[in-house]
């Protein structure tokens, strides 16, 4: 099997992860990395033993790089995506691959014309409680779905802003708690939902008012295209990251994902079902535990993209179409139909 050269624009905090990610793959070597600041590109080039480039244009010139990563603030995606794809290479980007769904329909095309894939990490499908709920709702365990209700409440403070100012910037991230942190369980109750009909929601920004653009708190009611409601809360403004707390309430019984668990609610038993938490107790990340199983499942898409399983664009976009539909029923206080 021929090694797959790979290379990542951006070495931010999430780039260890994927770099990590790498290492677990056979027959894929780090080739390079790109990072506008030098001094920190030198000496991660030095640590993992590969090239650095100070511009990314540069290194989608080296014929020798198969995959790109990127993993970069959210206003560079979509010109990152578009230049990796035109140089021939495998896209794997961080979400959200565009800051608005205006932008979807322009990557869209370029993948029809591309060598390449292109996927988009929305990682916490695979954690094994997300895997787990499909399981259930396949099996039709609780019967016709009702509702689906999620609250997200974690931390962010002044610093994690002021230290990255692209971020809560509607220029540069598109928005704020929407786009960034609450976008992945957006993206999984429209995913067990089958899609979204129609939106209602609000935005505010309070605790950060004074240091974001965007908003740090969220709410909003959803109809779901299998007849379900979704009940949506999520904010920044907590002391503490909380792990998800998800709800799916069916005819005959309830899911319920509560401190990393899922459990099965029905005829007055409780089941546990799975857990994303490691055998050896030493707990996850509050944001998931799929990511080296996502990029994983897209290095098997690129050996046979007919057979793999990975978030390419069109998927993606629907999570950015519901932001979108929040962020505008909000200004204008009035459902959003998303049906066309």
């Not at 010109?79 to 290479?89: F, R």
Request: hydrophobic share 40%.
């Amino acid at each position: 099997m021929k090694t797959l050269n790979a290379a990542i624009i951006g070495c931010g905090a999430i780039h260890a992860t994927h770099v990590e990610a790498l290492k677990q793959l056979p027959n894929v070597s780090l080739r390079a990395i790109a990072e506008t600041d030098v001094n920190r590109g030198r000496q991660l080039a030095a640590l993992y033993g590969c090239h650095f480039y100070h511009n990314y244009h540069e290194m989608l010139l080296d014929d020798a790089i198969d995959v790109v990563h990127i993993c970069t603030p959210h206003d560079r995606h979509k010109p990152m995506i578009l230049a990796a794809l035109a140089a021939g290479k495998q896209v794997f980007c961080e979400k959200p691959a565009v800051m608005s769904a205006l932008d979807v329909a322009e990557i869209q095309t370029a993948t029809l014309d591309a060598s390449g894939i292109l996927g988009i990490c929305y990682q916490n499908r695979l954690n094994p409680t997300s895997i787990a709920i499909g399981q259930q709702l396949q099996a039709d365990t609780i019967g016709k779905m009702l509702a689906i209700k999620a609250v997200l409440t974690w931390s962010r403070t002044d610093s994690y802003y002021t230290d990255s100012p692209w971020r809560g910037q509607h220029a540069t991230e598109g928005g704020c708690l929407l786009i960034n942190q609450a976008i992945h369980t957006l993206d999984l109750m429209q995913w067990f939902g089958q899609g979204v009909v129609r939106v209602k929601g609000v935005v505010d920004s309070s605790w950060l008012a004074e240091v974001i653009e965007g908003e740090d708190s969220a709410m909003a009611t959803f109809a779901f295209r299998n007849g379900a409601r979704g009940l949506f809360y999520a904010s920044n403004c907590h002391t503490a990251n909380s792990p998800l707390q998800l709800e799916i309430h069916g005819e005959k019984g309830t899911l319920q994902l509560e401190g990393n668990e899922l459990w099965r609610v029905r005829d007055g038993t409780r089941q546990k079902l799975a857990s994303d938490v490691p055998p050896d107790g030493s707990g996850k990340s509050y944001w998931g535990v799929g990511h080296q199983q996502a990029i994983r499942q897209f290095y098997a898409a690129i050996e046979n993209p007919a057979a793999g399983r990975w978030c390419g664009i069109n998927e993606a976009a629907q999570s950015l179409q519901i932001v979108d539909a929040i962020y505008r029923s909000s200004q204008l206080r009035r459902w959003i139909n998303l049906e066309k």
